[in-house]
């Protein structure tokens, strides 16, 4: 069956330090996946998309990699920052069009 | 980016009476929107796809009679929670995609509380 895995429910670092979150995927052949961030009673925010043939995709501190092998994502932020404190949600684009992870709540501990 | 506004943000109800939900794109035309449903620290469960102009296609599981859903037009989709009961309560969230790039662009959310 198809499946959505982010490594972990909750992850808690220092600031300043670098945060990275897995999402691993099972049974699906996406041409992209995208990442969103979630903040408590807020609707989720798109952060970033990278596609198939993409490596890698940079934007400001944010660093995602697309490894379609592994069938794994990695989202990296550098730098963090308190205000990075909330819940990163992958979606992987597939058969089901809209199947999110169940999420990572990142704490940034100043 | 483009913008989701839904309202409202937070309701309180009485037990059987019927709440709607609003969902409006802002500076796009959304043929397509999406709604959710999310009970706390829990993920997003898709409830429904919600076509302009035609009927909505509800996910397993999701009752179509409890949790009606109109697109009446390219900017607006409603989602009504029918003779609410407190189970009912949760945080329901809508999205709209721009298209090509299949961006999903959400509201801020609707707390229901149901007493």
């Known amino acids: 069956s198809q499946k959505i895995e982010q490594n972990s429910e909750a992850l808690n670092i220092q600031e300043g330090k670098t945060a990275t979150l897995t999402c691993n995927y099972t049974?699906?052949?996406?041409?992209?996946l995208q990442w969103y961030r979630q903040d408590p009673g807020r609707g989720p925010v798109f952060l970033l998309l990278i596609r198939e043939n993409e490596k890698e995709k940079r934007k400001e501190r944010l660093k995602v990699t697309f490894d379609t092998t592994l069938k794994q994502s990695l989202f990296h932020i550098t730098a963090s920052q308190p205000a990075d404190s909330a819940t990163y949600l992958c979606r992987v684009q597939g058969n089901t069009p809209l199947v999110f992870g169940k999420g990572t709540r990142l704490s940034v501990i100043a | 980016g483009a913008v989701v506004s839904q309202h409202p943000s937070w309701v309180i109800c009485k037990s059987g009476t019927s709440v709607k939900i609003e969902c409006r794109s802002l500076d796009f035309q959304a043929t397509t929107m999406f709604w959710y449903r999310q009970f706390p620290k829990q993920s997003l469960m898709l409830m429904a796809t919600s076509n302009e102009g035609s009927k909505a296609t509800y996910e397993q599981g999701v009752e179509k009679d409890k949790f009606l859903i109109n697109h009446a037009s390219l900017t607006l989709s409603t989602l009504t929670v029918t003779s609410a009961h407190p189970e009912d309560s949760s945080f329901y969230i809508c999205s709209a995609t721009d298209g090509p790039r299949d961006i999903q662009y959400f509201g801020a959310g609707t707390r229901l509380s149901v007493l």
């Open positions: 049974n699906y052949s996406p041409a992209y």
